[in-house]
C-alpha cells in the first residue's frame, strides 16, 4: 500500500489520471443524485439556451440546452453512464476472448497456434471503422450490436501479449515442476499460467478502454450506434453538429466530455503499466 | 531472402481471403437479400423465383465460391442507390481518400518528427512538457470533435476556410489537419522516447568522444536509428488514417470512399458497403507488404530471423 501511494506521489501524470478516472466512475454511479435535471425532459421555451455564465446567459441550465430544451450538464452526467457501461462490457468480453485465445495460441503452440495468430493478422487487416461499419450495416444499430462490435474488435491486442507472456511462463521452472507432479494441462494452463498473465492483461484492458470509448463515440456520432433519446455522448456531439453556427455549446462539452475521459484513461493506463511491469513499455 | 518474400506475400493472401470471407459472412448477416430486393407485396413465389435468380437456394459452400470468383473480377454486384457496379462507384472515390490520407500522413510525419526530437533533446524544460502535453492531448482528442470545432472556429467565426466539400487547395486544410492530429502525436510520442533510448546507447557516447559537433550527433547518428520504430509504426498508423477518414470525410463532405460507404449503410446499399471495405482493407494489407519488403531490404536482420 505504501509503495502505491509512494509511485502514485512520484508521477504527477499518473495522478492526473487516477483523479479523471475517479471523477468518471464517480459521475457514473452517482448520475441520478448529481444531474440538475431530467436528462430526457424536453422544455422547448428553453431550446438552445445558452450556458448561463456567458454574455448570452444567464439562462437555468449550467452548460445551456439542446435543440428541445434539454439540460445538457445532465444529459453528459447521464452519458457517462452508457459510456462506462458500454466500455466495460466491451473490454471484460474482448478481454475474456483475447485472453483465452492467447493462452491455448502460447500454450498448445503448432497448428492452434497458427490458425489463432493469424485470426488475429486478418482481423488486423481491416481498418477497425470499416470493420465495425461492415458489421453495424449488416445486423443493424442497437447497443448490443455496437458492444458485440467493439468486443470483436479488441481481443487481438490481449491474445498477442498474452501469447508473448505463455510462451516464456511455459519454459519456467515452476511449470516445469507441475508437469513433473504431473498436473494435466488444463489444470497448468488455468492454476498457473493464467494467475501470471492477468498483470499484462488488466494493463491491455485500460489501455482499450480508452480506444473503445473514442470508437463507440464515434459510431454514434455516424448514427450507428446507440438511438435516441439516450444520451450518448457520441450522439450528442452528431446533433450538435447542425446547430454549430448558432448555438456551439451543444457539441462542444460532450467533446471535452470525451477527451478528458481518454486522457484519464491513457494517463491511467501508462502509469499502471510502469508501476506493474516497466519492461512491458512498449512504445506508443 | 526470396523466402522471406515469399512468404510475407503468402501472409498478405492469406489475410485477403481473411477479409473476403468477413465480407461474406457479413452479408449473410445482413438478412435475405430477396426479400429487400422485393416489394413488401411480394408473394411467397416471388421470393421462391428471386432467391433462385440470386443463387440462394443453392449450397452455401457454393455461394461462397461464386462470390470470390465474381471478387475476383472486380464485381460486387450493382449499387441500388446509384445504379451502377458497385466497385465502380467505391474507385471513383478513391483518390479523394488517397490525397486526404496522403497529405495527413505528410502533415503527421514532419510535425511529429520535429515535436519528437525537440522534445528529446529539451528533455526536463518547459518546452518538452509543453509539446509532450499537446501530444498527450492530441491522442486524446476525438476527430470528430476536433473537425466540428475546427468548422466552428476557422469556417464559421473567422470564415477563413470553408467548411466542407473538396476543391481547391482551402478545402484540404481543416480535413487534413483534423485527421493527422492522431497521427502527430502517436509520431511525436513514439520518436521522443526512442530518441531519448538511442542518445544512451554507447555509439553515441563514442560520437561525443570522436568531437563532433552536437547537429552530427543528433541529427545523423541518434536521429537516423531513432526513427527506425516510427517506420514500422507507419502500418499500424495507415490503418488509423484509413479509419479517421471514414469519420473526416463526413464531417467534412468530402467525397472520398469511408463517406460513401456511411452513405451506403444509411440506404442500405450492401454491395458499395462491401465493395468499399475490401477495397480499403486490400489496399491496407498491401501498404504493410510494402512497408515489410522495402523493410526487409534495408534492414538483413529481419530477412535472416524469419
Not at chain 2, 80 to 95: G, S
Given at each position: 500500500m505504501r509503495r502505491l501511494w509512494r509511485a502514485i506521489r512520484r508521477s504527477p501524470s499518473g495522478l492526473v489520471g487516477i483523479v479523471l478516472v475517479g471523477v468518471f466512475i464517480f459521475t457514473a454511479i452517482a448520475a441520478p443524485v448529481l444531474a440538475p435535471m431530467d436528462p430526457v425532459s424536453i422544455d422547448l421555451a428553453n431550446r438552445l439556451g445558452a450556458p448561463t455564465w456567458t454574455l448570452e446567459g444567464p439562462g437555468a441550465h449550467p452548460l445551456g440546452a439542446d435543440?428541445?430544451?434539454?439540460?445538457i450538464l445532465s444529459r453528459i452526467i447521464w452519458g457517462s453512464r452508457i459510456t462506462l457501461v458500454v466500455a466495460v462490457t466491451a473490454v471484460v468480453m474482448s478481454g475474456a476472448l483475447g485472453v483465452l485465445l492467447g493462452l491455448l495460441a502460447g500454450f498448445l503452440g503448432g497448428w492452434a497456434e497458427r490458425v489463432i495468430m493469424r485470426l488475429a493478422d486478418v482481423q488486423l487487416s481491416i481498418p477497425l471503422m470499416l470493420f465495425a461499419l461492415l458489421i453495424i450495416g449488416a445486423l443493424g444499430p442497437s447497443l448490443f450490436n455496437l458492444i458485440i462490435v467493439l468486443a470483436l474488435t479488441g481481443w487481438t491486442r490481449f491474445a498477442r501479449i498474452v501469447r508473448g507472456e505463455t510462451l516464456s511462463l511455459r519454459e519456467r521452472e515452476f511449470v516445469m515442476s507441475v508437469r513433473a507432479a504431473g498436473a494435466t494441462g488444463l489444470r497448468i494452463m488455468m492454476r498457473h499460467i493464467l494467475p501470471n498473465v492477468m498483470t499484462a492483461a488488466i494493463v491491455v484492458a485500460t489501455l482499450e478502454v480508452a480506444r473503445v470509448v473514442i470508437l463507440e463515440s464515434a459510431l454514434s456520432f455516424l448514427g450507428m450506434g446507440l438511438q435516441p433519446p439516450e444520451a450518448s455522448w457520441g450522439r450528442m456531439l452528431a446533433e450538435g453538429r447542425d446547430y454549430i453556427a448558432s448555438a456551439w455549446w451543444l457539441a462542444t462539452f460532450p467533446g471535452v466530455a470525451i477527451l478528458l475521459v481518454v486522457l484519464g484513461v491513457n494517463l491511467f493506463g501508462d502509469w499502471l503499466r510502469d508501476y506493474f511491469d516497466p519492461k512491458l513499455q512498449e512504445n506508443r | 531472402m526470396s523466402g522471406y518474400f515469399a512468404g510475407r506475400l503468402l501472409e498478405s493472401l492469406v489475410a485477403i481471403l481473411g477479409v473476403l470471407t468477413i465480407v461474406f459472412i457479413a452479408a449473410r448477416l445482413t438478412g435475405d437479400p430477396a426479400v429487400l430486393l422485393?416489394?413488401?407485396?411480394?408473394s411467397d413465389a416471388d421470393i421462391a423465383r428471386m432467391r433462385q435468380e440470386l443463387g440462394l437456394d443453392r449450397p452455401l459452400l457454393e455461394q461462397y465460391l461464386s462470390f470470390l470468383a465474381n471478387v475476383l473480377r472486380g464485381d460486387f454486384g450493382v449499387s441500388?442507390?446509384?445504379?451502377?457496379?458497385a466497385m465502380q462507384v467505391v474507385l471513383e472515390r478513391l483518390p479523394a481518400t488517397f490525397e486526404l490520407a496522403g497529405v495527413a500522413l505528410l502533415i503527421g510525419a514532419a510535425v511529429g518528427i520535429v515535436a519528437g526530437l525537440v522534445a528529446a533533446l529539451a528533455r526536463g524544460t518547459v518546452l518538452e512538457l509543453i509539446a509532450m502535453g499537446v501530444a498527450l492531448i492530441g491522442q486524446a482528442t476525438p476527430i470528430f470533435w476536433l473537425g466540428i470545432v475546427l468548422i466552428l472556429v476557422f469556417a464559421v467565426e473567422l470564415q477563413w476556410l470553408p467548411a466542407g466539400g473538396r476543391g481547391g487547395l482551402d478545402h484540404i486544410i481543416l480535413p487534413a489537419i483534423t485527421l493527422a492530429t492522431f497521427t502527430t502525436a502517436s509520431i511525436a510520442r513514439l520518436l521522443r522516447s526512442s530518441m531519448i533510448e538511442v542518445l544512451k546507447e554507447d555509439y553515441i557516447r563514442t560520437a561525443w568522444a570522436k568531437g563532433l559537433v552536437p547537429r552530427i550527433v543528433y541529427l545523423r547518428h541518434a536521429a537516423r536509428n531513432a526513427l527506425i520504430p516510427v517506420i514500422t509504426m507507419i502500418g499500424i498508423l495507415a490503418g488509423e488514417l484509413f479509419s479517421g477518414a471514414v469519420v473526416t470525410e463526413t464531417i467534412f463532405s468530402w467525397p472520398g470512399v469511408g463517406r460513401v460507404v456511411v452513405q451506403a449503410i444509411e440506404t442500405k446499399d450492401f454491395a458499395v458497403v462491401q465493395a468499399g471495405v475490401t477495397v480499403i482493407s486490400v489496399i491496407f494489407i498491401g501498404f504493410n507488404l510494402l512497408v515489410d519488403l522495402l523493410y526487409g531490404l534495408v534492414d538483413p536482420r529481419i530477412r535472416i530471423a524469419s
Amino acid at each position: 500500500m505504501r509503495r502505491l501511494w509512494r509511485a502514485i506521489r512520484r508521477s504527477p501524470s499518473g495522478l492526473v489520471g487516477i483523479v479523471l478516472v475517479g471523477v468518471f466512475i464517480f459521475t457514473a454511479i452517482a448520475a441520478p443524485v448529481l444531474a440538475p435535471m431530467d436528462p430526457v425532459s424536453i422544455d422547448l421555451a428553453n431550446r438552445l439556451g445558452a450556458p448561463t455564465w456567458t454574455l448570452e446567459g444567464p439562462g437555468a441550465h449550467p452548460l445551456g440546452a439542446d435543440q428541445l430544451g434539454r439540460d445538457i450538464l445532465s444529459r453528459i452526467i447521464w452519458g457517462s453512464r452508457i459510456t462506462l457501461v458500454v466500455a466495460v462490457t466491451a473490454v471484460v468480453m474482448s478481454g475474456a476472448l483475447g485472453v483465452l485465445l492467447g493462452l491455448l495460441a502460447g500454450f498448445l503452440g503448432g497448428w492452434a497456434e497458427r490458425v489463432i495468430m493469424r485470426l488475429a493478422d486478418v482481423q488486423l487487416s481491416i481498418p477497425l471503422m470499416l470493420f465495425a461499419l461492415l458489421i453495424i450495416g449488416a445486423l443493424g444499430p442497437s447497443l448490443f450490436n455496437l458492444i458485440i462490435v467493439l468486443a470483436l474488435t479488441g481481443w487481438t491486442r490481449f491474445a498477442r501479449i498474452v501469447r508473448g507472456e505463455t510462451l516464456s511462463l511455459r519454459e519456467r521452472e515452476f511449470v516445469m515442476s507441475v508437469r513433473a507432479a504431473g498436473a494435466t494441462g488444463l489444470r497448468i494452463m488455468m492454476r498457473h499460467i493464467l494467475p501470471n498473465v492477468m498483470t499484462a492483461a488488466i494493463v491491455v484492458a485500460t489501455l482499450e478502454v480508452a480506444r473503445v470509448v473514442i470508437l463507440e463515440s464515434a459510431l454514434s456520432f455516424l448514427g450507428m450506434g446507440l438511438q435516441p433519446p439516450e444520451a450518448s455522448w457520441g450522439r450528442m456531439l452528431a446533433e450538435g453538429r447542425d446547430y454549430i453556427a448558432s448555438a456551439w455549446w451543444l457539441a462542444t462539452f460532450p467533446g471535452v466530455a470525451i477527451l478528458l475521459v481518454v486522457l484519464g484513461v491513457n494517463l491511467f493506463g501508462d502509469w499502471l503499466r510502469d508501476y506493474f511491469d516497466p519492461k512491458l513499455q512498449e512504445n506508443r | 531472402m526470396s523466402g522471406y518474400f515469399a512468404g510475407r506475400l503468402l501472409e498478405s493472401l492469406v489475410a485477403i481471403l481473411g477479409v473476403l470471407t468477413i465480407v461474406f459472412i457479413a452479408a449473410r448477416l445482413t438478412g435475405d437479400p430477396a426479400v429487400l430486393l422485393l416489394p413488401i407485396s411480394a408473394s411467397d413465389a416471388d421470393i421462391a423465383r428471386m432467391r433462385q435468380e440470386l443463387g440462394l437456394d443453392r449450397p452455401l459452400l457454393e455461394q461462397y465460391l461464386s462470390f470470390l470468383a465474381n471478387v475476383l473480377r472486380g464485381d460486387f454486384g450493382v449499387s441500388f442507390e446509384h445504379h451502377r457496379p458497385a466497385m465502380q462507384v467505391v474507385l471513383e472515390r478513391l483518390p479523394a481518400t488517397f490525397e486526404l490520407a496522403g497529405v495527413a500522413l505528410l502533415i503527421g510525419a514532419a510535425v511529429g518528427i520535429v515535436a519528437g526530437l525537440v522534445a528529446a533533446l529539451a528533455r526536463g524544460t518547459v518546452l518538452e512538457l509543453i509539446a509532450m502535453g499537446v501530444a498527450l492531448i492530441g491522442q486524446a482528442t476525438p476527430i470528430f470533435w476536433l473537425g466540428i470545432v475546427l468548422i466552428l472556429v476557422f469556417a464559421v467565426e473567422l470564415q477563413w476556410l470553408p467548411a466542407g466539400g473538396r476543391g481547391g487547395l482551402d478545402h484540404i486544410i481543416l480535413p487534413a489537419i483534423t485527421l493527422a492530429t492522431f497521427t502527430t502525436a502517436s509520431i511525436a510520442r513514439l520518436l521522443r522516447s526512442s530518441m531519448i533510448e538511442v542518445l544512451k546507447e554507447d555509439y553515441i557516447r563514442t560520437a561525443w568522444a570522436k568531437g563532433l559537433v552536437p547537429r552530427i550527433v543528433y541529427l545523423r547518428h541518434a536521429a537516423r536509428n531513432a526513427l527506425i520504430p516510427v517506420i514500422t509504426m507507419i502500418g499500424i498508423l495507415a490503418g488509423e488514417l484509413f479509419s479517421g477518414a471514414v469519420v473526416t470525410e463526413t464531417i467534412f463532405s468530402w467525397p472520398g470512399v469511408g463517406r460513401v460507404v456511411v452513405q451506403a449503410i444509411e440506404t442500405k446499399d450492401f454491395a458499395v458497403v462491401q465493395a468499399g471495405v475490401t477495397v480499403i482493407s486490400v489496399i491496407f494489407i498491401g501498404f504493410n507488404l510494402l512497408v515489410d519488403l522495402l523493410y526487409g531490404l534495408v534492414d538483413p536482420r529481419i530477412r535472416i530471423a524469419s
